[in-house]
């Protein structure tokens, strides 16, 4: 499968979960390389990684393929991630100042949600998506697919934003911990 390109690898993808992880293996140094840089935090690069494969798994039906192969398309998504990132850490800062609360610091939240995610034990890739929970796997959709913002997660869920934030969180890493075993 190796020798395939990455459109007709990701044409493949929806039938073949093996055929995306050629994709993934492909492009994820790159992409991870440019997130560390990027974000200069290698713990979000490895989340915004994560995010971004997981988006292009759930829209790699609308993948066109240009002659450069996939890496473009993957930047552009990790590239509209980190903007989105940037946003909402931005209103988070200044809705924390209006209200009085002290702005912490995003390594402490990493840190919380590095916490619980690391009590998970999660399953191999060959569970996938159907495999996650249920709660997590819409929290997931919710985010990437519908491109929501935490608070919408958390409203359309009934739970918190920071709920939602761990529910995907968790999704997140369960599917890179997959990729990760499979490679």
Same mark, same amino acid.
């Given at each position: 499968?190796?020798? %395939?390109?990455?459109?007709?690898?990701?044409?493949?993808?929806?039938?073949?979960?093996?055929?995306?992880?050629?994709?993934?293996? =492909?492009?994820?140094?790159?992409?991870?390389?440019?997130?560390?840089?990027?974000?200069?935090?290698?713990t979000r690069?490895?989340?915004?990684? &994560?995010?971004?494969? &997981?988006?292009?798994? @759930?829209?790699? $039906?609308? @993948?066109?393929?240009?002659?450069?192969?996939? $890496?473009?398309?993957l930047h $552009?998504?990790?590239?509209?991630?980190?903007? #989105?990132?940037?946003?909402?850490?931005?209103?988070?800062?200044? &809705?924390?100042?209006?209200? $009085?609360?002290?702005?912490?610091?995003?390594?402490?939240?990493?840190?919380?949600?590095?916490?619980?995610? &690391?009590?998970?034990? @999660?399953? =191999?890739?060959?569970?996938?998506?159907?495999?996650?929970?249920?709660? #997590?796997? =819409?929290?997931?959709?919710?985010?990437? +697919?519908?491109?929501?913002?935490?608070?919408?997660?958390? =409203? %359309?869920? %009934?739970?918190?934003?920071?709920?939602?934030?761990?529910? +995907?969180?968790?999704?997140?890493?369960?599917?890179?911990? #997959?990729?990760?075993?499979? #490679?």
């Open positions: 499968m190796e020798h %395939r390109t990455d459109a007709e690898l990701l044409r493949r993808a929806r039938r073949d979960p093996d055929a995306f992880l050629v994709v993934c293996r =492909r492009h994820a140094p790159r992409l991870e390389a440019w997130l560390r840089k990027e974000l200069r935090d290698e690069a490895q989340e915004v990684l &994560a995010e971004t494969l &997981a988006a292009a798994w @759930f829209s790699s $039906g609308r @993948f066109r393929d240009r002659g450069e192969g996939a $890496g473009p398309w $552009g998504i990790a590239r509209n991630l980190v903007l #989105q990132l940037r946003r909402d850490g931005a209103i988070e800062s200044r &809705a924390r100042a209006r209200l $009085g609360l002290p702005v912490a610091d995003e390594g402490e939240y990493d840190g919380i949600v590095n916490r619980l995610s &690391a009590e998970e034990e @999660f399953g =191999r890739i060959s569970d996938s998506l159907d495999r996650l929970p249920d709660d #997590q796997r =819409r929290a997931l959709e919710l985010r990437v +697919v519908d491109v929501l913002d935490y608070t919408e997660v958390g =409203r %359309r869920l %009934r739970i918190s934003p920071q709920a939602a934030r761990v529910r +995907v969180f968790r999704a997140l890493t369960a599917l890179r911990a #997959q990729i990760g075993e499979r #490679q």
